[in-house]
């Protein structure tokens, strides 16, 4: 519900003191999951939660993947980086999880994203008997459902070192934040380059969000921004 409350604080403590109990939690589409912690194994569906759980030093804890992800191949970042997730168990599409998969692949919690419907996340849940979660995040560091808040919501479930994980990485955000900040403050939106980011593409035309923090966070002026979604820009 966004509101820490005692519960909330008694959970976090025991997590923190090593009692390892279950944790009852909102995830990102609202729905209320129910996990046993620490999670010591973890089977992302798309890239999103697959990237987190490797920014938080867990990579040895996916033990299997969505065919998207796979399919990508070395045209993934995180795969190049870990290229033995490519070898792992598929467990298939965000719109179509296998069910039999899941279950030979055993993990302690499923991750996805708003790829796959709540229907059929619970459905998915129901009939394996294992935990599904939505995780992602947006392109802030500090605002809801950003990097910082989504880390360390994922690092309470992975258990102390990914906590700490976590943490580390926030401080070293901030530091390079607020260095970035206070140079481009110095500077003047007529001085700012305009950027364009090639983010995907459909065939020959490459799109191109309208919001995307960081290109204002690193002193640019997004040139899509305030345009509409379908705007074609030459």
């Not at 191949?73 to 467990?91: A, R, Y």
């Not at 993990?107 to 059929?120: A, K």
């Not at 206070?182 to 003047?188: A, E, G, H």
């Amino acid at each position: 519900d966004g509101i820490v409350n005692e519960d909330d604080i008694s959970r976090i403590e025991s997590i923190i003191a090593g009692d390892h109990p279950k944790l009852i939690f909102e995830d990102q589409l609202g729905v209320t999951v129910t996990v046993d912690t620490p999670v010591h194994s973890v089977a992302p569906l798309m890239f999103s939660p697959l990237q987190l759980v490797t920014q938080l030093g867990a990579v040895d804890k996916v033990v299997a993947m969505g065919n998207t992800v796979q399919s990508m191949g070395n045209k993934s970042f995180v795969i190049m980086e870990h290229p033995d997730l490519i070898d792992l168990p598929k467990i298939g599409t965000t719109a179509d999880p296998s069910t039999e998969a899941i279950i030979q692949a055993k993990p302690d919690l499923i991750l996805g994203t708003s790829h796959t419907s709540t229907e059929i996340s619970q459905l998915v849940s129901q009939n394996t008997g294992i935990p599904f979660a939505y995780f992602d995040c947006d392109e802030s560091f500090d605002g809801e459902n950003g990097a910082y808040e989504v880390w360390r919501k994922l690092g309470l479930l992975l258990g102390d070192a990914e906590r700490n994980r976590a943490e580390e990485l926030i401080q070293f955000c901030d530091e390079k934040t607020n260095m970035i900040g206070n140079k481009i403050s110095l500077v003047t939106d007529e001085e700012k380059p305009r950027v364009y980011i090639a983010a995907s593409a459909k065939g020959d035309i490459s799109i191109t969000p309208k919001n995307y923090e960081p290109i204002h966070n690193a002193g640019g002026n997004n040139v899509a921004k305030g345009m509409s979604a379908n705007t074609i820009l030459d």
